[in-house]
């Protein structure tokens, strides 16, 4: 599986930004699809999940009410909208899959992962 993000850039806080994650190759074999942050210095993060079969979402504390996961089945992609971002959401963004049904919150559950796109958020 390839999977290639897309959708980073500078933006004010306040601002939106939208991510994209287009899966190629076995995109059969997974069923969850998640995006992870890292900030500098800082461990990676769950922000969001998707069950690509049953359509299930699942969000970090920091994401809910201003994040939103949602899937172009036409073309194996998984978007993440960010609204009223905050300079704490600063960080390379990137997302990853797995063939569980359950959507973990844990960076090691996920078999494979795209290179990351940088968000930037300014005060």
């Known amino acids: 599986v390839q999977l290639q993000a897309s959708g980073g850039g500078l933006v004010q806080a306040g601002e939106s930004l939208k991510l994209s994650c287009a899966a190629s190759g076995r995109t059969f074999s997974f069923y969850t699809l998640a995006w992870f942050r890292q900030a500098p210095g800082k461990e990676r993060e769950f922000v969001a999940g998707?069950?690509?079969?049953?359509?299930?979402?699942r969000y970090a504390d920091s994401a809910k009410g201003r994040f939103s996961i949602s899937k172009d089945s036409a073309k194996n992609t998984v978007h993440l909208q960010m609204n009223s971002l905050k300079p704490e959401d600063t960080a390379v963004y990137y997302c990853?899959?797995?063939?569980?049904?359950?959507?973990?919150?844990?960076?090691?559950?996920?078999?494979?992962w795209g290179q990351g796109t940088l968000v930037t958020v300014s005060s």
């Open positions: 990853a899959v797995d063939s569980s049904r359950f959507i973990y919150d844990a960076p090691t559950m996920y078999d494979y």
């Open positions: 998707f069950n690509w079969g049953a359509g299930n979402t």
